[in-house]
C-alpha cells in the first residue's frame, strides 16, 4: 500500500531545520505484514530528543530511514492466530524483545540482543524492510517507524490499551512516560521519602519528576538552564528548580550532602558527571540520556568504592512494556501522573523540520503529530 512517511536521507544535519530542511515527506510503499506483525494506522507520534539525535548525527543510523519511535495506533491487519485484531488501540514500544534469549529470560527484555541488532541495522525483528521507495529499501526506526501514516511492526511492538485514551496522549507513554517514570519505578527502585535530583527537563525528565512523586520522593530537586521547564517543574510538585549553575549548592543545602537518586536525561557526559557528582555516599546514579559514541565520562574512579556510589544505565526505564504501560495509564487514571501536562502541541506530520528546531531550542516539551 501506498502511505505517507517522514523519511530522512543523511544523517548530521545542522539547524535551523526549517531551512536545511533535513525531513522531507516522502510517498512509500508499504509491504503488507509477516506472520507475527501487524498493520497499523499511526494515530499520533511524539517527537523526541532521540529522533533528533539521528537528525543531528548524534546517532548513526543507516540511511534513508523513516523517522520516529513514540505512538500510538490502530491495528488494521494482524496474523492468524495473534492476540490482536483489527480495531485494538496500541501503544508501540521501541524495542521489541525476542522472549528467548538470555536477557530475555532474566526478566531483561529492554536488553534484548536480537531486538537491539534489529533497531542497529534498521530493520524488523521477522527480518528486511518493508518500506520501499522507486524500489529502494527504506530502513525503518527503532521498529516502528511512526512518523507515517500507517507501519508495519512486529507484534512484539505493540501493547493493548484502552479505547478511550486520546491518542496524543497515549502516544507519550511509548517513550517519555516508559523510560523516564521507568527510571524511577524500575532501574532506581526510588523508595517513599528519598531525595531525587533529575538532570534535564525534557519529556522524559519530566515524566521522571512525575514519576519521582508518584514513588513518594521527597524533596525532589529539578536541573534545568531552560526557565519555562523550571516552571513547569514547581507546577508539577518539585520541591525546587534550578539553573545548572546553581544545583551543587541547591541539592546539597536540601538533602543534607547529596541526592539519594539523580537521574540524568540530558545525553551529554558532562551532565552526567555532575548528577553523579550530586549523589550522595552510598547514592545511586541512573543515566538515561544518549549522548553521541564519542563522548567519554570520567568520574573519580575510587568513588565507587570509596564513597559506595552506583551507576546505572537505563534503557527504556527497564521496562517491560507490556507490564508497564497498563501500569502507568492506571496510575495516570488515577491523577497520579499527569502525563497530559507534558503535551507541548499537536501539529501536522509536515511541520516536522520546524518542530525540531523547537526540539533543539529546548522550547518544547513533547510536540506530538497526529499523520
Not at 534513508?64 to 488501540?89: K, N, Q, Y
Not at 537521574?263 to 553523579?276: M, N, P, Q, T
Amino acid at each position: 500500500m501506498k502511505i505517507t512517511a517522514a523519511v530522512l536521507d543523511t544523517i548530521g544535519a545542522v539547524g535551523p531545520f526549517a531551512d536545511t530542511q533535513p525531513m522531507r515527506i516522502a510517498a512509500l510503499d508499504l509491504a503488507p505484514p509477516r506472520d507475527g506483525e501487524l498493520l497499523v494506522k499511526i494515530d499520533a507520534c511524539g517527537l523526541c530528543h532521540s529522533d533528533l539525535s539521528v537528525v543531528n548525527g548524534d546517532r548513526p543510523r543507516p540511511m534513508p530511514m523513516a523517522i520516529g519511535h513514540e505512538a500510538a495506533a490502530t491495528v488494521l491487519e494482524s496474523s492468524p492466530g495473534s492476540s490482536f485484531a483489527p480495531g485494538d488501540r496500541v501503544v508501540l514500544a521501541f524495542l521489541p524483545a525476542c522472549g528467548k534469549c538470555p536477557t530475555c529470560a532474566s526478566g531483561q527484555g529492554y536488553l534484548c540482543a536480537a531486538g537491539a541488532a534489529a533497531n542497529g541495522a534498521g530493520l524488523l525483528m521477522r527480518g528486511g524492510s518493508r518500506l520501499e521507495e522507486n524500489g529502494h529499501a527504506v530502513h525503518h526506526h527503532m521498529g516502528v517507524s511512526a512518523f507515517a501514516t500507517h507501519a508495519v511492526i512486529d507484534e512484539r511492538s505493540a501493547v493493548k490499551i484502552p479505547s478511550d485514551i486520546a491518542p496524543e496522549i497515549a502516544a507519550l507513554f511509548g517513550c517519555a512516560v516508559l523510560t523516564g517514570v521507568g527510571a524511577v519505578f524500575n532501574t532506581a527502585a526510588v523508595r517513599p521519602g528519598e531525595s531525587v535530583a533529575l538532570y534535564g527537563l525534557g519529556g522524559v525528565g519530566l515524566a521522571a519528576l512525575l514519576g519521582a512523586l508518584a514513588a513518594g520522593a521527597q524533596p525532589v530537586i529539578a536541573v534545568d538552564p531552560v526557565a519555562a521547564k523550571r516552571d513547569l517543574a514547581l507546577e508539577l510538585g518539585a520541591t525546587a528548580a534550578v539553573h545548572p549553575d546553581d544545583a551543587a549548592a541547591t541539592i546539597a543545602a536540601l538533602t543534607n550532602g547529596g541526592a539519594d537518586v539523580a537521574i540524568e536525561s540530558v545525553g551529554r557526559a558532562k551532565v552526567l558527571a555532575d548528577a553523579y557528582k550530586s549523589t550522595r555516599r552510598g547514592g545511586r546514579t541512573i543515566t538515561v540520556g544518549l549522548p553521541n559514541p564519542a563522548e567519554m565520562l570520567e568520574i573519580p574512579a575510587v568513588s565507587l568504592v570509596g564513597d559506595g556510589k552506583t551507576l546505572m544505565g537505563s534503557y527504556m526505564g527497564s521496562s517491560i512494556p507490556s507490564r508497564d504501560i497498563p501500569r502507568y495509564i492506571a496510575l495516570w487514571r488515577a491523577g497520579r501522573l499527569p502525563v497530559e501536562r507534558l503535551l507541548t502541541s499537536t501539529s501536522p506530520l509536515s511541520d516536522i523540520n520546524h518542530l525540531l528546531d523547537e526540539l533543539a531550542s529546548g522550547r518544547a516539551i513533547r510536540q506530538v503529530m497526529l499523520p
